[in-house]
């Protein structure tokens, strides 16, 4: 458990140097945003490119798929109904709160956290490809109807959603690993490279993001932030156990797997997406904040009450 601890120690002080950044104001009032851009057009894709080019295909296509699935659409859903019908939120600030409530951070804090606790890193790879390939072109087509001036017909925005570059970089690493193509260190090198520094610039970009601002501060959107928190660190494991447990009927180690899979806190991709679309980053920012902290107690009691016997 100390490995677990050691892996939030790491993510909270890239935080920190992005919140001592914007403190000083070291790059300027424009740092924050110039780094979302960096991270969400450049660096994430080829760092998805690399985490799904090198995952196995048989853990891709594993059971735990359709529950980890399942299990964040039933979330999603939870969040948008009294988000729609009884606060009349706009459809991005929406689409922010469900993936704040159900989107997990299944890389950079998920693949440390299977390796040390559940004794293999390919037990996200499954999550990683439902939220990349599957979630994240809906979401991106969504947001962009929502959210930008241009034409809302299908055509237009289905070609938007197809080049996003965090789109192209999944879809062509899932086809990598699928196909079996053993790619040469001249083309893998550079990009990991690349792809290494994605996570601590968007943990510095996000850390930027806090500087002036109070969590659950007087944004308006304070009951946004706490449905989204309490979702993603309570109901989502209970969901995703009562799922495997008695729908799937999975192994006791799988129970496990999909459990600690969904008390994973937010993904900080939300942030960056809210960033991009301008819309609900202070439900991002914060949920993303309260969740990061908050699973690690929830994390400890997963694993406590569902691991197997020996």
Not at 159 to 178: D, Y
Request: overall charge positive; aromatic content about 8%.
């Amino acid at each position: 458990m100390l490995d677990v601890l050691t892996g939030f120690v790491v993510i909270g002080v890239a935080i920190l140097v992005g919140w001592i950044i914007g403190r000083i104001d070291l790059l300027g009032p424009n740092a924050g945003p110039i780094l979302g851009r960096l991270t969400f057009f450049v660096l994430s894709p080829f760092l998805l490119f690399v985490v799904l080019s090198e995952a196995d295909v048989a853990m891709l296509f594993s059971g735990l798929l359709p529950v980890s699935a399942l299990t964040a659409v039933v979330i999603f859903i939870v969040y948008a109904l009294p988000a729609r019908l009884l606060w009349k939120r706009r459809t991005g600030d929406i689409v922010i709160g469900a993936l704040a409530s159900g989107q997990v951070n299944s890389n950079n804090i998920g693949i440390p956290l299977s390796l040390y606790v559940l004794g293999s890193a390919a037990f996200p790879a499954p999550v990683i490809l439902f939220q990349l390939l599957i979630l994240t072109p809906i979401v991106m087509a969504i947001l962009d109807a929502a959210t930008t001036t241009g034409s809302r017909r299908p055509w237009p925005i289905l070609k938007r959603t197809i080049t996003n570059p965090i789109v192209l970089g999944s879809a062509l690493g899932t086809a990598v690993a699928a196909l079996g193509i053993d790619l040469p260190p001249i083309v893998v090198d550079p990009l990991h490279l690349l792809a290494n520094a994605a996570v601590p610039v968007l943990l510095i970009s996000y850390g930027i993001s806090l500087n002036g601002q109070r969590v659950l501060g007087p944004s308006g959107r304070r009951r946004d932030i706490i449905l989204a928190s309490g979702l993603k660190l309570f109901a989502m494991p209970l969901v995703a156990w009562a799922l495997a447990a008695f729908v799937f009927r999975l192994s006791a180690t799988e129970i496990l797997v999909v459990t600690v899979l969904a008390a994973l806190p937010t993904a900080q991709n939300v942030f960056n997406y809210a960033q991009r679309y301008q819309t609900g980053e202070t439900i991002a920012r914060d949920t993303v904040f309260i969740t990061t902290v908050g699973c690690v107690p929830v994390l400890f009691l997963v694993v406590l009450l569902l691991s197997p016997v020996s």
